[in-house]
C-alpha cells in the first residue's frame, strides 16, 4: 500500500521560514517524479513544485520561484520544501504526490499524479 506523508507545517509570521517533508513507503521512491500542491481555503488546489525522478529537473510556480526549494533524498524516500520568507498568502494545505512519469518531464496538472498524501496545514500569519 503507498503512503505518503507529510510533516513540518505549523503558524508562522510572515517572512518566516518552513520546511515540509514527505516521506513515502509502499512504491519505489526513485521511480517516480514527486511534486508539491497546495489548496487555500475556497480555493483550487494549485501546483507549487515538482522535482523529476532523479532530482535533475525542478520547476517551480511563478509565485514561489526564488522562496522555495524543492529536493529529494531517494535514500530515504523522502522529498522536501524549504520555503523561505513565507507570506500570508502561502497559507494553505500542503500535499504532496507521486507520478509515476520516469523522465525529466516535469507535470503539472493533478490528474497526472498517482497518489497523494493526506496535506499539512501552513498557516503564515501577518
Known amino acids: 500500500q503507498v503512503q505518503l506523508v507529510e510533516s513540518g507545517g505549523g503558524l508562522v509570521q510572515a517572512g518566516g521560514s518552513l520546511r515540509l517533508s514527505c516521506a513515502a513507503s509502499?512504491?519505489?521512491?526513485?521511480?517516480?517524479?514527486m511534486g508539491w500542491f497546495r489548496q487555500a481555503p475556497g480555493k483550487e488546489r494549485e501546483f507549487v513544485a515538482a522535482i523529476s525522478w532523479g532530482g535533475g529537473s525542478v520547476r517551480y510556480v511563478d509565485s514561489v520561484k526564488g522562496r522555495f526549494t524543492i529536493s529529494r533524498d531517494n535514500a530515504k524516500s523522502t522529498m522536501y520544501l524549504q520555503m523561505s520568507s513565507l507570506k500570508p498568502e502561502d497559507t494553505a494545505v500542503y500535499s504532496c504526490?507521486?507520478?509515476?512519469?520516469?523522465?525529466?518531464?516535469?507535470?503539472?496538472?493533478?490528474?497526472?499524479?498517482?497518489?497523494w498524501g493526506q496535506g499539512t496545514q501552513v498557516t503564515v500569519s501577518s
Open positions: 509502499g512504491l519505489t521512491f526513485s521511480n517516480y517524479a
Open positions: 504526490a507521486a507520478d509515476r512519469l520516469r523522465s525529466s518531464v516535469i507535470r503539472t496538472t493533478i490528474d497526472d499524479y498517482d497518489f
